[in-house]
């Protein structure tokens, strides 16, 4: 392949982040194959296939306006869920908790009397602390309340109904490494 053959394999198909993500992926495959001598040479690319800039990522973000759940989507939402989504709702709408903040969430770091959270971020460990709505608070309370029992219990607030977390994360490579797994 030539840089030409490059620029025009995903031309006009794909959006911008959809792009840097396929140019990611086949620089990645074709970087193995150079570094592990499965191809006599390195590709060379051509500037046709650069990833897109920062400035035209934060462009079609802005283009695309804000991805946001309106109050009255929530409330619809809210009204289908059962309780345990409910309070995984309330948690995100709360302080922005994601899967897996909200999953993670041990019962420990919730003063519910107090309506407080002392929990780091379980990604980053950046620390914080959250003041919990009312109905937040009364949702979990309700949550924890139908939360299965479990022979294994790590005291989570969060567990499926089979007792089981709902995300779980595997620790990369290098974490691995460091810590003696294989």
């Not at 982040?17 to 193995?32: G, I, Q, T």
């Not at 390195?42 to 973000?61: H, I, T």
């Amino acid at each position: 392949m030539r840089p030409d053959d490059f620029g025009r394999l995903w031309a006009n198909r794909l959006g911008v982040v959809s792009l840097k993500n396929e140019v990611n992926r086949a620089r990645v495959v074709f970087k193995f194959a150079a570094d592990n001598r499965l191809i006599e040479r390195p590709v060379n690319y051509g500037q046709v296939f650069n990833r897109p800039s920062a400035k035209m990522l934060r462009k079609a973000r802005n283009e695309a306006g804000p991805r946001m759940f309106e109050a009255e989507e929530i409330r619809r939402i809210l009204g289908e869920a059962e309780q345990t989504l409910k309070a995984m709702i309330f948690f995100g709408c709360n302080y922005g908790f994601g899967n897996s903040d909200t999953a993670s969430l041990p019962q420990a770091v919730v003063d519910l009397d107090a309506g407080w959270i002392e929990f780091p971020r379980p990604k980053t460990e950046i620390s914080r602390r959250c003041p919990l709505w009312l109905e937040t608070v009364g949702a979990l309370r309700a949550a924890i309340e139908l939360r299965p029992k479990v022979k294994d219990d790590d005291g989570l607030c969060f567990l499926t109904i089979h007792g089981r977390r709902w995300v779980c994360v595997q620790p990369s490579k290098s974490e691995a490494g460091r810590m003696g797994v294989n």
